[in-house]
């Protein structure tokens, strides 16, 4: 037995490279876990950019369109609201394909060219009325079919049945292309229009705008409120139980999933106010509520970290408690309190679900212009788009995502370069 | 805006009154040498005349504005000839809204008499005189508040004393509104809740067994009979919720000891900001990526191994949940890691144990309440995320608990029941509010309790 | 200065604060055309509305789907700016919500039929194509199949589609369709449901005798979880579909015409639903679809009036107009410009009582 029994030098290095892969394999899930995170990311952006870049440009196709007054005008007068523009751009394609017949196969044609080619004609002729019956080569977008066509989004070969565009048609593009009269260039419509019910002519200004106003009602609200609800619980409110209360409260209220925010303003604020459905100013109200235990947060933190010998030496020197906070603990806790004011911001940019309870998700093509105009949100158009059946939006959803992705990250940079250009160590 | 000149007046006459205000403390001890005689510093007569002259004024400025819609357009439907007045209400309004549309100058359809346009011109006419004497009324009072307490400025009046307390009390009324949001919350959701409740009993909600919340809406029509079991909801939502914490529990656990214990500096400097990007994406992104990339993915690679995967399967939208909780368990780790003293750690390696024991037998055990806490939180995120679920997870209310079929959540349930539905009379509508009841107070107790733990074991060590 | 520009910034914020609410509390009227109703319908709605907005000085209507039943329960909640100026709706208006109409204020309601639809039951591309009666469809998808024996219901038995009919293929009976709030229920229910419930002698014998209890028979669908309520968006159902081949999905005709790649239509009393099919009405389940207005609205809210005339137009709803390309089917010229010149006038509906 005594002969058996080992040392503990022994012991220990018998069980040495054991305990070394044991080491090793834990360093290694470690370092798998943290890729992880690490690669999703970068499989998500690549994602994101591959599906996403195309969106940002658009194939015209070049039409000579003669601004005939029979079509426009057969009457003799001329009507901007009901003159036929479409039959211009029918007629210039019919040109263009001189041996198309049949009244099935000239709508296929027809279907190349959106319809914001007639748009484009009238704002054309309402400019410089002058170009009536004249004759001239214009750029015109392609629907969104020729367009995903283009961009490789449809694939040819495929059975005609499984695709939205048939031979014909593309023999068509591929003769357009031949000819050189197609083209793809910058998307502006992208940034210029409202939704649309048409891919090829669906912006995203009308949602920016939302947002825009949104955020502005939201940072006007929760930040001079936050930021003094902020001091007044850090400095002012007495040590009870009524502070421990609101203490609490206001942590649960930074967990409480958005989406009851969303009811309370559907309840509140549509039912019980009557404030109008679909308003960044309600869209606003809700955002700042939900900002704002953000803000509060983050302002808490600002001021404790403001070391407590400022205070006691403004004490010192005889200023009040009001003074000692407003002149020397808010000035050097600014720069935090703004770092989470715009943090705050960027979440409320990115929230949603909420925007979804007060009628944010609806169709509206106007872009809007005030706080009580009919709107959507950013996030919320990704959601409309993301479940629109066209292909097409598939790519615009994409786009629209990068856009408020750039938005966001701007607006997390700006709180970096604050906290970094500012904070002071103490 | 008219209203923006006014604002942009009274803010200047504010400033004015700051000035006169500081002005006249000099006055009263005689010039700016003497101030000393004076009980404050001379800014807070200045901000005691400017708090006289904006406040009363800016108060009737907001009752006035909210009030004057409201007179206006009743004293339009007074004017109006008998024939109009006698009109139900809503032709009323209806007429009413078109005389504003053509006040305002807007693009309005048909005929306009001249009974109309007189409305309008008088409607316009009205707001004119009403903005007038908003204007005439609030500046006076600013003028005249700012006259009382230019008056009331005295060597020994205590104008900080009074400066400091209305500025406390606003800051009382900003803490109350987290408050007064929290009531609100309960309130409103209540409400509705109980309406429901006395349509469909207690225990069928929580108990039943099938959701089918909808119901035949004519009289005459034969529908579905509803029934407002809301057992698969909560265990849909418990499934993704699970698959969620089963990824982003130990994937973030792993990160935060990685990142606290082993990698250089350079790396986490790198890694650490990158999974931060990871919390700051929108949710309806992450939506958008589990319904258009992993789900189908998740599809393929299921049927690839012989598999019944659902398009809309609960697997794909708990990965990517998983992805989304991933920073918080991990920060939330990473701060009770480093609330163990150092000494703990150091004792344990002068020991001789390896990083990975001290780790598993030391440090871990230590920061398990701070740990647990920060996956509560983490639980109650996952229980009340919407947009995922919404978008990559089904309606069909499936009671089961195979990752690979769909299942709907609760948070599906709220939006899918009132996007597009404003009637506050149905069980379907308000079963909603009921729902949402239930996710509060759930989630309430996971945050007061992990809130708990994390803060209780914070202050354990310090 | 750093005292300064705090309080500056809290000032500002605060200002800019009340501007918003002195802004907001000076809106004017509603100014835009409000439209509810049909998930069917929003497709072509939203497109006239977006060509309209575009077209005219007016602000683009907003669109919202709601369903056919709870657009009409929005639309008969009353009169004034607060409520929708035309609700869709995939079958025509029932008489008790023309009461509710009435007595929440809005007498004159103005009918429009815009073209018709065919409802489908379609599945994947990929699975097998079948060819169903309207008894199969009743005999499926009812609460309750007559027995064996004259009068007597039993409990829906089938589970598999070749229960119903040993001609169909034996995979699990599972139809993802709308809910009760749908108008598409509401036909589906009525053309297809009761057309197979008719030829049950001893059932039709009873419309004359006991028409709750026929009714109660033919419109009661299963709640055993053969027929899965898919809400109103037909997107989603199509999607689902695609994913499942098993499945079958019940919708309108022109969901099928814009996802022909994806998922295909089965024959019903042995015909396909085309275009033409649908058009010339050999096939059996298709019905009109409307959008109704209140006559209280017209040349009140502005762009109303004009709304309707490009809905009516050619353009729009003519053989060639742009709603056909998005699978409305056409009435015949005579209809389309009777259904015009009542539009023009305004001549409210009368409904045939029942």
Known sequence: MRASRKNSREIVEAGLARRRRKEAAFRASGMLATAVGVIFLGVFFATLVMQGASAFKQTFIKLDVE?????????????????????????ALRKEFPDVSGRSERRELYRLVSIAAGYQLRDMVAADPSLLGSTSTIWVPASSNVDMLIKGNIDPEIDESLRPINDAQVAWVESLQENDRLETRFNTALFTNGDSREPELAGIRGALMGSFYMLIVTVALAFPIGVAAAIYLEEFAPRSRWSDLIEVNINNLAAVPSIVFGLLGLAVFIN??????????????????????????????????????????ALGLG???????????????????????????????????????????????????????????????????????????????????????????????????????????? | MQNLTLILVLAAMAGGAFYMGRRRSFAVVGGPAHSAQLHS????????????????????FLLWVLLEPKVIVALIVESLPDAQRTMSAGELNLLVNNIQNLAAGDAISGEIDTVMRDAADRFNEYVAASRQMLAMLTLGLAGLGGAIALRRIRPEFRARNRVEQVVLYLLIAASSIAILTTIGIVLSVLFEAIRFFREVSVTEFLFGLTWSPQTAIRADQVGSSGSFGAVPLFAGTLL??????????????MTAIYLAEYSSSRIRA????????????????????????????????????????????????????????????SSLSDDAIHAVPTAMRDGALGLGSTRSETMIKVILPAALPGIVGGILLAVSRAIGETMIVVMAAGLAANLTANPFEAVTTVTVQIVTLLVGDQEFDSAKTLAAFALGLMLFVVTLCLNVLGLTFVRKYREQYE | MAKKSTAKLLLASALISLTIGGTAAAQSGRDYVYVVGSSTVYPFSTVVAERFGRGSEFKTPKVESTGSGGGLKLFCDGVGVDYPDVTNSSRAIKQSEVDTCAVNGITDIVEVRIGYDGIVLANALGAPAVSLTRADLFRALAKAVPGDAEGELIENPYRTWADVNAALPATRIEVLGPPPTSGTRDAFVELAMEGGCKTVPWIKALKSSDKNRYKEICHTIREDGAFVEAGENDNLIVQKLEANPDAFGIFGFSFLDQNGEKVKGAEIDGVEPTFDAIADGS???????????????????PGLRGFLREFTSERAWGEEGY????????????????????????????????
């Open chain 1, 67 to 91: 601004m005939s007054a029979s079509v426009l005008a057969p009457d003799g007068k001329l009507d901007l609201a009901y003159a036929d523009f479409d039959g211009l751009v029918r007629n």
């Open chain 1, 272 to 313: 019980w106010m009557a404030l109008p459905r679909s308003a960044p100013l309600v869209g606003g109200l809700v955002l700042s509520l939900l900002t704002l235990p953000v803000i509060i947060i983050a302002s808490r933190a600002a001021i404790q970290s403001v070391p407590p010998s400022i205070r006691e030496a």
């Open chain 1, 319 to 426: 200023a009040s408690k009001m003074q000692v906070v407003f002149h020397h603990v808010m000035p050097l806790a600014l720069p935090g309190m703004l770092t989470g004011t715009i943090i705050g911001m960027s979440r409320a940019l990115g929230e949603s679900a909420p925007l979804l309870m007060i009628g944010m998700v609806a169709f509206i093509v106007d872009v809007p212009g005030g706080f009580t105009d009919p709107a959507t949100a950013l996030p919320v158009q990704v959601y409309l788009w993301a479940d629109s059946p066209e292909r097409a939006f598939a790519e615009r959803t994409s786009a629209a995502i990068i856009v408020l992705l750039g938005f966001l990250l701007i607006m997390n940079l700006a709180a970096v370069i604050i906290r970094k250009r500012m904070e002071r160590k103490w």
């Open chain 2, 41 to 60: 510093l001379p800014g807070y007569y200045g901000y005691f005349t400017l708090i006289w002259c904006l406040l009363p004024a800016l108060g009737l």
């Open chain 2, 240 to 253: 993704i919720t699970a698959i969620a914490m089963v990824v982003a529990v130990p994937v973030g656990l």
């Open chain 2, 270 to 329: 790198v890694a650490k900001p990158l999974l931060e990007l990871l919390a700051g994406i929108p949710t309806v992104v992450y939506g958008f990526f589990a319904a258009l990339t992993v789900a189908p993915w998740v599809r393929t690679a299921g049927e690839s191994i012989g598999l019944q995967v659902a398009s809309e399967s609960a697997l794909a939208a708990g990965l990517v949940m998983g992805i989304m909780i991933i920073p918080l368990v």
């Open chain 3, 283 to 301: 096939y059996p389940v298709s019905r009109p679809l409307y959008f109704y207005v209140k006559k209280a609205h017209v040349d009140v809210i």
């Open chain 3, 323 to 354: 709603l056909s390309d998005r699978g409305l089917i056409p009435m015949s010229e005579d209809e389309r410009s009777k259904v015009a010149a009542d539009v023009r006038e305004l001549k409210p509906l009368t409904l045939a009582s029942e």
